[in-house]
């Protein structure tokens, strides 16, 4: 049995482009995206019949639904994440994304970062190391949401390029926006040069 898996099953985001190297790869000379599509595109919205225009339906609900979280969701993406910061390993991390990919980000990200501000258990500098992780080699978008979220709550500018980056693409404005508020110096510039790069 154990011979049968393959990265793939044990790793989902092993064979797979990170979306920041997509979007990378996708930024013309004028630093603007010249496609709107994503790696997980497909993946993410088999089985819907209508898909969203990027950031859509993020922006839709951050601003008319609220975004009530359950609980038991964050509680669990809680636990895993003080896990993954205790011991940062491809095991913890590969729990960790797999809820991700399971999860609207949007719905628990406030109560989840709240959850990890309060919560003695975390390792500080692990835990910035896998954010990090999360937003450069992320291959699914939830996973890169909750990656730039987490950066978002640590003030410094290590993160700025990246952060900034992930943002020209629509799906991750709103989310590089408020992590750009949150952590960086100069912020409203920064807000402005990001401004400059995105239609939505």
Known sequence: MINT?????????????????????????????ND??????????AGHSVRWVAGGMDGTFSHHAGGQAETAK???LVQLLVKQSRSPDNKTRR???LKLMQE???NVIDSLLESLREHPGVVIPNLYQEAEWFARSGA???VVKLGIALLGQFETEKHRELVITLGKHDE???YSAVAIRGSLDNANETLFELAKAVDG
């Open 5 to 33: 898996l393959n990265q793939n099953t044990l790793y989902p985001w092993a064979g797979k482009p990170s979306i920041y190297e997509y979007i990378v790869s996708a930024l013309d000379d004028r630093d603007r995206l």
């Open 140 to 142: 699914h978008r939830n």
């Open 36 to 45: 709107a599509r994503l790696p997980d595109d497909d993946e993410y919205w």
């Open 104 to 106: 609207d980000v949007l």
């Open 95 to 97: 729990a960790t994304y």
């Open 172 to 174: 991750f404005t709103l």
């Open 74 to 76: 964050v509680q669990a």
